[in-house]
């Protein structure tokens, strides 16, 4: 039955939002290099080298997407301070799904015990967590929404082929979420966004019952050579130098890929986010994942800007400076 509280009916437009809460949720199977390289012929060092990363974990039978992404939704709401009932919009960055239809959003939001608030979900791969802030932030300047939850869930290893080195090696499961409330000063600053959709072939899967696809080189020269410009032009819409900032939260690719993205950027007093060497490239659920972490490894402050930036398959991107909560 429909139902709607008069406490969260005719919001008016507000300064800004902010996040008041993130968190993250991992699956309980960790699984190193050794282990996954003994299967693909290659070594754990090389796994390393290549990509960055140590060891990365991989969702259980019981941990769906949208089960991991209501369990990193109970958590920032916890730390917030709020219930679920205190939500009135859902946004859930994904592009791993088993099925279209229905939202992933609707489930979490069912799983929440808030059936009937806005939820739906966003599928922008990679860049998905910072395309939903995005959009959440707008919802909330317009009055159209509150409070809301922002999540990326992704079970990669269900769209990946265990027997492909490119793809088996980097991907992985797991879910991070952010509670975003208005405010009076803007704590989420304008997104800069974008693709090319020319070189969507390059991060694709073919068909309905294929796996991912991945031509890592050129992924590689795509955000290096192009997307520091985009970090720069998010700054610039924040009226911030990159030097002042103080946290650096990209999409977790490849760790080559980050510490030349914030070099080349000049983000030098930043804390540089590195959550892909223990948890791997968790497509959508990265940028949180790596945000949750840099906050509770105390690296960056409350009040700290901090830059968030996503980017993959379509190819899309996305980008903008938060502060810390």
């Known amino acids: 039955m429909y ?11 507000v300064a800004g939002s902010r996040i008041a809460a993130v968190a993250g949720f991992r699956p309980e199977r960790v699984v190193g290099n050794e ?6 012929g290659v070594t754990a060092d090389w796994i390393e080298r290549r990509v960055g990363v140590r060891e990365r974990r991989f969702a259980g039978p019981e941990e769906t997407v949208t089960g991991m992404a209501a369990g990193a939704a109970a958590k920032a709401l916890s730390a917030a301070g709020l219930a679920p009932a205190d939500i009135d919009l859902l946004v859930l960055a994904t592009c791993s799904m088993p099925s279209p239809m229905p939202s992933g959003a609707a489930s979490v939001a069912a799983l929440l015990g808030v059936p009937h608030i806005a939820a739906f979900d966003v599928n922008a791969a990679c ?7 995005g959009v959440a932030d707008g919802l909330i300047r317009s009055g159209t929404s509150r409070r809301a939850l922002v999540i990326g869930a992704e079970r990669m290893t269900d ?3 265990q027997e492909d080195v490119d793809t088996a090696t980097v991907f992985a499961d797991g879910a991070g979420a952010a509670v975003v409330v208005a405010a009076e000063r803007t704590g989420i600053h304008p997104v800069e966004w974008g693709g090319d959709g020319d070189k969507a072939e390059l991060v694709a899967i073919p068909d309905r019952h294929g796996s991912v696809t991945m031509q890592g080189q050129a992924v590689y020269r795509w955000v290096t050579s192009e997307l520091a410009a985009v970090a720069a032009a998010a700054c610039a819409r924040a009226g911030i130098a990159p030097a002042d900032l103080k946290g ?6 490849n760790l080559r890929m980050i510490e030349r993205l914030a070099t080349t950027l000049g983000a030098t007093n930043a804390a ?6 223990e948890t791997g490239n968790t497509s959508a659920a990265s940028v949180p994942l790596a945000l949750s972490r840099l906050i509770d490894l105390g690296q960056v402050r409350p009040g700290d800007p901090i830059l968030l930036m996503g980017f993959g398959a379509g190819l899309s991107y996305a980008a903008q400076v938060i502060v810390c909560p």
Do not use: M, P
Not at 3 to 13: I, M, N, V
């Open 35 to 40: 282990a996954l390289g003994r299967g693909l």
């Open 159 to 161: 769209w990946v082929d």
């Open 127 to 133: 860049a998905g967590f910072c395309y939903a802030l």
């Open 3 to 13: 139902s709607h509280s008069s406490a969260l009916a005719g919001f008016d437009a």
């Open 248 to 253: 650096f939260v990209t999409h977790q690719a």
């Open 272 to 277: 540089v986010a590195r959550d892909i060497v």
